[in-house]
């Protein structure tokens, strides 16, 4: 069932997607044995070149995180990818759940809206 449902998300979140996609993905499953899992590449919508793999968004769904804090899960996302954060990963949007979660309430929170600029651009406030 397991892989049934890592392939699905696959699927739905298109496909195999770029080289850092699969390797989100790969790091990610090796980790933290998730029952479910999506990856989300959002870098088009913030205005970087075709194929800049920059911004995502990752759904992990672990029976690893009972019993602990969203912060815990969230740095346990973070250490399975240090060195893509370290890297060409710029923006991480982590959902992170137990199987009882995902199974009570399995909505995946929208993307959070891209705010434009750059760091290369001063914001006038």
Known sequence: MRGALLAAAGRTMGGSGGPLARTIR????AALQPTHLEVRDDSPRHGGPPGAETHFGVLVVSGLFAGLPP???H??????LREELAGPLHA???TARTPEQWQSDPRVPPAPPCLGGSKRERRRG
């Not at 740095?75 to 399975?80: G, M, N, S, T, W």
């Open 71 to 73: 912060l815990q899960r």
């Open 92 to 94: 991480l949007q982590v």
């Open 26 to 29: 790969s790091k990610l499953t």
């Open 75 to 80: 740095r346990l996302v973070h250490e399975a």
